[in-house]
C-alpha cells in the first residue's frame, strides 16, 4: 500500500513549503502574519489523521484577526470551507464542507471527509473568504478484506521543544513513502522553563489557555507542520501531555495545593489535545482500533485516563490484582480485539513497555543517570513502576489471552523512555527461554527528550554501552536497547514479516541535523521472536 513520492514534484505541487512557517518559538508570530498581511491566516499548517477505508480527518487552524491568537479566548465566530481531491490542481473534488469555528473551539478546525475511496491519494485545503490554506497530502486505509502486500508507518514519540530540534519529523516527511505516521504520546510537554528553544508560555502549563498556546507552539514548528501536511498520522497520548507521570487521579508533576484541581487541569489538556489533533474520539476516549486490510490491525491505547496511581518502585504492590493501567474497560476491549481480530498482524500502540525490565545492579555514577532517565527516585528500585510492570496484573492477564488463544503476529510498538529497544515478550520473563515469547516489541528512541548522554553530559556512548550491557545481561528478553541518541523509526510490515529500522540524528540541537541509519530488527510470521537485521526494509539486504 505504500505511495512513493517525488519528494519535490510533492512539495510543489502541495504548497506544503509556502505553507510552512518557521518561528522562534513564539505564538504571537499569528497576529504578526496577519498583521503583515492585512488578512487571516493558516499559520498553524494543515494536517490529517486517523485514515479509514472511506474516510480521513482533516485538520487546521485559522487566525481570523489580530487579537484571535491561541488560548486568547478572542476573536469572531467564522465559517471556514474544506475540499478533498484526487489531484493537486482539485480539478476533481470528491468532498467538501464547512465547519463553524471560534474561541470556543481556539479556532481550530476538524472536518471528516467521508465517502472516499480506499487506498487512495487525496489533496486537501482550507478557505476563508479568499483566503486560502496550504495544501495538504492524505492517503486513506485499504478496504478491509483487501489482501495487501505491504505498510510503512513511520514511528515517534518523545518530542519536547527546548531539548531540540524536530529534524526527525523533516526526515519522515521527505521519506515520499509513509501510508502514516504513529505517534506514541508526549507530543507536547507540559515543563516551562528555556533550552534550546524556550517553551510558550514560559511557565508550566496548567489551565485550557495554556494548553492551547502549547500545542500553537509545537503546530509552529516548521518539520512538524511538513510531515503533517504529507502524511496522516494516527497519535496516542502519553503523561506530557497533561503532566508527568499522569495517573487517573493525579500526576507527580501536579500539586494540588498551588495548581488547583487535578481533574480540572486534566480535563483542560484533553479539551486543547483534542481541538489541535487530528485524532477521532468518542467524548473523553482516545482509545480505538484502526484497520489496514487482511494485513493489519492497530489498537492504539490509552495507558494514563484509566490506570491506578504508580506503586514505589520497591513495592509489592506492582502485582496487586486490583491495580489497573488500562481500565477494566479498556482492558476488555484489547483482549476481545486481538481474539477476534481477521488481521495478520496485530500491531498495538502502547504509549509504555511492556517487556519486563529488572533495573541492574550498578554503580552509583551509572546508576543515577539511569534512575532518572526511567523517572524513579534517587533510592531506586527493582522495576520501573510507571511502566506495564508496575501492574503485573494487567499484563498477565493479557499475556494470558494470547498464550491462551494461540494469538500470533503481536507486536507491541513503544514510545516513552527516551531510548530505544527491541525485545521478545515471554509469558514468563524468570523463565526465558523456556518460557516462550507470545508477543514482540519495539520500542522507539526520542525525537528530543533528553537521554543518557544528556542527563551525564558526557559525550554519547561514553557510559551508555556499560548500561546496555547490564541491562541486557539480566534481561535475557532484551536483545537491544541504546540509550544515547534520538530520532525516528520506520515500521514495514509484510505478511512474511514486521520489521523496524531505527534512524539517529548527528545533533538534536542543529535544525538541518542529517539522520543515519542504525539498526533493524524483525520479526517473521508465526515466530513471535525477533531476530537482527543488517539492513532497512526495502534496501534488498538479509
Known sequence: MSQRFDRRSVLKA?????????????????STVWAESGEPAFVHGVASGDPLPDAVLLWTRVTPTPESTPGSGQGPAVVVDWEIATDPGFGSIVGKGSVATGPEHDHTVKADATGLAPATTYYYRFRLGDIVSGVGITRTAPANDAAISHLRFGVVSCSNVPQG???????????????????????????????????????????????????????????????????????????????????????ENHQPDTEGDYAARKAAAHQAYFEWMPVRSEADKIYRRLRFGLLAELNMLDLR????????????????????????????????????????????????MISPVLIPPLPKDLLGPLLKLLGLPEEGGVVNPDQWDGYTADRGRLLDTLADNGIRDTVFLT?????????????????????????????????????IDDITGLPPRTVGPIIEAALTGLNRHIKWVEVDSHGACVLDVTPAAVQMDWY??????????????????????????IQRVGSPAGSGGA
Not at 497520548?237 to 497533561?242: I, L, N
Not at 535544525?511 to 517473521?524: G, I, K, N
Request: glycine share 10%; net charge negative; charged share 20%.
Open 504 to 529: 539517529f540524528l548527528a545533533n538534536k540541537e542543529d535544525p538541518a541535523s542529517t539522520l543515519s541509519y542504525a539498526r533493524s530488527y524483525r520479526v517473521r510470521a508465526g515466530t513471535q521472536k
Open 165 to 251: 530540534h524536530f529534524a526527525a519529523y523533516r526526515y519522515l516527511a521527505e521519506r515520499g513513502d509513509l501510508d502514516a505516521v504513529l505517534h506514541l504520546g508526549d507530543y507536547i510537554y507540559e515543563g516551562g522553563g528555556g533550552g534550546v528553544r524556550p517553551h510558550v508560555p514560559a511557565h508550566e502549563i496548567i489551565t485550557l489557555a495554556d494548553y492551547r498556546q502549547r500545542h500553537a507552539q509545537y503546530k509552529t514548528d516548521e518539520h512538524l507542520q511538513r510531515l503533517h501536511a504529507i502524511v496522516p498520522m494516527i497519535a496516542t497520548w502519553d503523561d506530557h501531555e497533561v503532566a508527568n507521570d499522569a495517573w487517573s487521579g493525579g500526576a
Open 415 to 451: 514510545g516513552d523512555i527516551h531510548s530505544s529497544w527491541a525485545c521478545d515478550i515471554p509469558r514468563d520473563a524468570g523463565s526465558y527461554p523456556t518460557s516462550p515469547s507470545v508477543a514482540v516489541e519495539f520500542v522507539a528512541t526520542s525525537v528530543t527528550s533528553d537521554n
Open 14 to 30: 502541495s504548497g506544503v513549503a509556502a505553507a510552512t512557517v518557521a518561528v522562534g518559538g513564539s505564538v504571537a508570530t499569528a
Open 305 to 352: 485516563s484509566y490506570r491506578s496511581q504508580q506503586a514505589k518502585p520497591y513495592d509489592d504492590d506492582v502485582d496487586d490484582p486490583n491495580r489497573t493501567i488500562t481500565g477494566p474497560e479498556q482492558m476488555a476491549w484489547l483482549r476481545d480485539g486481538l481474539v477476534g481480530s481477521g488481521a495478520q498482524w496485530k500491531l498495538v500502540g502502547n504509549s509504555v
